[in-house]
């Protein structure tokens, strides 16, 4: 049973914008943060951002922060990831999860399939 659904990527400029959604179910939106990863070929899953949904605190990894923002529709048990002034290092396959409230991949439950998005003229 998919228990986190993401769209949203594709190919763009750099100095573009692109933003992510990931929808999921009542209960895993309702219980843990939701965050979002990015990986590529190679590397590691590193971590982008997390939303704490009891009290929407925020927080970023260096290499995003001031370009990215998460968000959260609770009415829609969806979060976003608004992504700005794009560069090629931001291309990667992008991981929505659901977990603790953590910079730390291990501290999640539940992922999403992934989405590529590609940073390139």
């Known amino acids: 049973q998919v228990q986190l659904v993401e769209s949203g990527g594709g190919l763009v400029q750099p100095g573009g914008s692109l933003r992510l959604s990931c929808e999921a179910s009542e209960r895993i939106f309702s219980t843990y943060a939701m965050g979002w990863f990015r990986q590529t070929l190679g590397k590691s899953r590193e971590f982008v951002a997390t939303s704490n949904w009891v009290d929407n605190r925020t927080h970023y990894a260096d290499s995003v922060k001031g370009r990215f923002t998460i968000s959260r529709d609770n009415a829609k048990n969806t979060v976003y990831l608004q992504m700005n002034s794009l560069k090629p290092e931001d291309t990667a396959v992008y991981y929505c999860?659901?977990?603790?409230?953590?910079?730390?991949?291990?501290?999640?439950?539940?992922w999403g399939q992934g989405v590529q998005v590609t940073v390139s003229s």
């Open positions: 999860a659901a977990g603790g409230w953590s910079a730390v991949r291990y501290e999640y439950v539940y």
